[in-house]
């Protein structure tokens, strides 16, 4: 674990940054971003998370997902990190935002402002083996059940950005097929 991350409010006011480390070991409320990549048949890339990983290792979780550097715009990060940890290029459009403080095994917290962006990409994932055990695709009614089935096999986070931001999700869904309709 190295770098440092942003310390935010509720509101994702800026008070500063910390080491990753220490954000993960007290429950501090920092900056960070998830990247749902869908297949134009609208399946979402899940990655399934190395297993070597200092939490959350071999959850299945959305296709990316980092923080932003200090003095960087999230979006900017968000993008470079895509082709970084998945070999993935592809436009984000951010659909929204939420907070969350999970406690997770091993004393842990994930107390994050999550900036979360969708995409589109047909290409195949090349995953960076530092950061990814594994890759699959699943389309969203699909990966609802296997979460309600199996939830211990997902990350904490990933059924909170499907529920709490369902409804911009599914609109960024919708959009290009009602363009190609």
Request: negative net charge; hydrophobic residues 40%; glycine residues 6%.
């Amino acid at each position: 674990m190295s770098g440092s991350v942003i310390l935010v409010d509720e509101q994702d006011h800026s008070s500063g940054t910390i080491t990753k480390e220490a954000a993960h070991q007290k429950p501090l409320l920092h900056r960070a971003y998830s990247i749902l990549i869908f297949r134009p048949n609208g399946e979402l890339i899940l990655q399934q998370r190395a297993l070597h990983k200092y939490h959350s290792a071999g959850l299945w979780s959305n296709t990316c997902c980092s923080h932003p550097l200090p003095g960087l715009p999230t979006g900017r990060c968000a993008t470079s990190r895509l082709k970084e940890e998945m070999g993935i290029e592809a436009q984000l459009t951010e659909i929204g935002t939420l907070s969350y403080h999970l406690e997770l095994a091993d004393g842990l917290f994930e107390s994050e402002f999550n900036h979360v962006f969708c995409g589109y990409s047909d290409a195949s994932p090349l995953p960076n083996a530092d950061e990814v055990a594994g890759w699959k695709t699943l389309p969203l009614n699909q990966l609802g059940i296997e979460i309600q089935n199996h939830p211990t096999q997902y990350s904490a986070w990933l059924p909170l950005i499907l529920t709490e931001l369902a409804l911009p999700l599914n609109r960024f869904i919708a959009e290009p097929i009602a363009a190609t309709a």
